[in-house]
């Protein structure tokens, strides 16, 4: 499949996930709840939620269901780490507003998280790391 049709769905996945985990985090944090816990609690039912619709609709793939979710899941902790450690740096110890560094993270953690998925996740067998764009 098209990389552009691809990326154009996870765009529509990651839209409406993140919109709506973006609510619920300023939610959370409004109620009381620690940004740090608010992230991970959203994060991990965001993996959830999107595996299926980007392993079916974004990405097509009909490989093995244990494999690609072994593989979401490894991908989407190294996301989480990342945000963890920009949250605790940008926030914590620099006092930047946690509202706009997750906000910023979301874009950032999206754009590596569709090319983790595109060759590594849900790679097409033989495409791997080293797949064409097209």
Do not use: C, E
């Amino acid at each position: 499949m098209n990389w552009h049709i691809q990326l154009f769905r996870y765009g529509l996945v990651g839209l409406t996930s993140n919109a709506f985990g973006f609510l619920l985090y300023l939610v959370l944090t409004y109620a009381g709840m620690g940004h740090n816990t608010a992230m991970s609690l959203l994060y991990g039912v965001g993996v959830l939620q999107t595996f299926y619709f980007n392993r079916r609709w974004t990405f097509g793939h009909n490989g093995p269901n244990s494999t690609a979710f072994a593989r979401y899941v490894v991908t989407y902790a190294v996301g989480y780490l990342v945000n963890l450690v920009v949250l605790i740096m940008l926030v914590d110890r620099w006092d930047y507003p946690h509202q706009g560094v997750q906000a910023g993270m979301v874009v950032i953690v999206a754009a590596f998280l569709f090319i983790a998925q595109r060759y590594w996740v849900f790679a097409v067998a033989g495409q791997g790391v080293s797949g064409k764009l097209s």
